[in-house]
């Protein structure tokens, strides 16, 4: 059971998904304009939150004249785009040399046991995705963690990633609380 829940990475967005029709609405506001691939694969992001293979599809139709190949040349170029589902944080760990050899790998076993979640992933309630990346440009600092735009330098003691994960559960709980004390 906790298998088939960790590491959900494959796509479930139905063809009768009503985003679709937002998509659609703007492909039509822009049909005939210069990068009109790249821009409209940020849109559909920016509805989505990612890009799969079937919204790329999808968007190759719409468009006529593009290929899925070249949509799908342009979304895995490009690191803003996502083709799978991405949780509402994304902690990145750097396994580039200089953090490798300094315990990276502590780290992601760490987040995999304390998140119950794969390298790829998305955690059972969808705040976090753990990936692996190559050097961060940074490696003074290593061991490096990110999380969204934050960075967690020299991160030898994975003890504390517990307590850095509960900042942002934290921070999400008051976000809620004022959004239904807005709504009340
Ligand atoms: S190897 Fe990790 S920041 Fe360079």
Known sequence: MANEARG???????PDD??????KAYID?????QGINIMVLQEAQRI??????EVQKWISLELDDVSVGELYGIS??????????????KISVCLGTACYVKGAQAIVEALQQHLDMEVGGISDDGMFSLEATRCLGCCSLAPVMMIDDDVYAKLYDTKQIPEILD?????????EKME?????
């Open 76 to 89: 895995t170029f490009y690191s803003q785009f996502n083709l799978t589902k991405q949780g509402k944080h």
């Open 8 to 14: 959900k990475t494959e796509s479930c967005i139905r």
């Open 180 to 184: 239904s004390e807005v709504d009340a």
């Open 48 to 53: 989505f939150g990612y890009v799969p293979l």
């Open 167 to 175: 900042k942002y559960y934290l921070a999400a709980e008051l976000e």
């Open 18 to 23: 009503p985003r679709y029709k937002e998509l």
């Open 29 to 33: 506001s822009v049909r005939g304009q």
